[in-house]
């Protein structure tokens, strides 16, 4: 389609209430069933990613509200999954959560115990509240000031090195809704129904299928990375 016809196609379908971004993500509600479906019938061991983005796993069932290849299925994990119950072994989602309330956070990992299989674990990668307090607290350390360094560069470095700039900016910045501690998702998790309830360094495991997994560090870089992250896993 020509410049000047797409111009007009896209205007008609505007008058219509009809945006790119409506028409994209009608395209991949559509497709939805499909690839959940598809991915199932292909693989024995069922992982599912909520929160993709642009860092799809090979070997999982990769999902996002706002999918950025055909590979990745739409999925709103604020509601309830298209999922059957005591259907995957594994559930991954990275730098994810915070990014939706801690009630529907706590939906979330309800939906995510209902279709893991018993015996199935959930592993969730955050930014660490309780970290941010430590940086803020204790900005000279080596690796705090690594941290804040890399956030000046990237956003503000035209304003004084300073670790209230970067805490303000990972609070109200980026779509996010809650910073987690330990105890908060330790708290949702096992109000879920999960147990065992364990803190991980980034991609450290006690389970081969979730090691190396967080990709966020490709971002951030590897120590802004691990001192803003906090992992977790449990099992049901």
Request: charged share 25%; hydrophobic share 40%; glycine share 4%.
């Amino acid at each position: 389609m020509s410049n000047p016809l797409r111009s007009v196609y896209w205007f008609v379908l505007g008058l219509a209430g009809i945006t790119p971004e409506k028409k994209n993500l009608n395209f991949h509600r559509k497709r939805q069933q499909q690839i959940i479906n598809d991915y199932l019938t292909a693989h024995s061991l069922k992982k599912l990613q909520i929160g993709a983005q642009g860092n799809s796993i090979g070997g999982w069932l990769n999902v996002d509200i706002a999918p950025k290849t055909r590979e990745v299925a739409y999925l709103d994990a604020t509601q309830t999954f298209p999922i059957a119950d005591n259907t995957f072994d594994y559930v991954f989602a990275e730098h994810m959560i915070e990014h939706i309330s801690f009630d529907e956070a706590a939906f979330m990992t309800k939906e995510a115990f209902r279709i893991l299989k018993p015996g199935g674990k959930i592993r969730i990668a955050t930014p660490n509240l309780e970290s941010l307090a430590r940086v803020c607290l204790d900005p000279d350390k080596e690796e705090h000031m690594v941290y804040i360094k890399a956030y000046h560069k990237r956003f503000f470095p035209q304003l004084p090195i300073d670790s209230a700039f970067v805490i303000n900016k990972l609070f109200y910045s980026f779509h996010h809704r809650f910073i987690h501690t330990h105890s908060t998702l330790a708290y949702i998790l096992e109000k879920a129904g999960f147990s065992n309830v364990q803190q991980y360094n980034v991609g450290e495991s006690n389970d081969e299928q979730l090691k190396n997994l967080e990709q966020h560090w490709k971002e951030v870089g590897e120590v802004p990375n691990k001192v803003e992250t906090i992992v977790v896993q449990a099992e049901k």
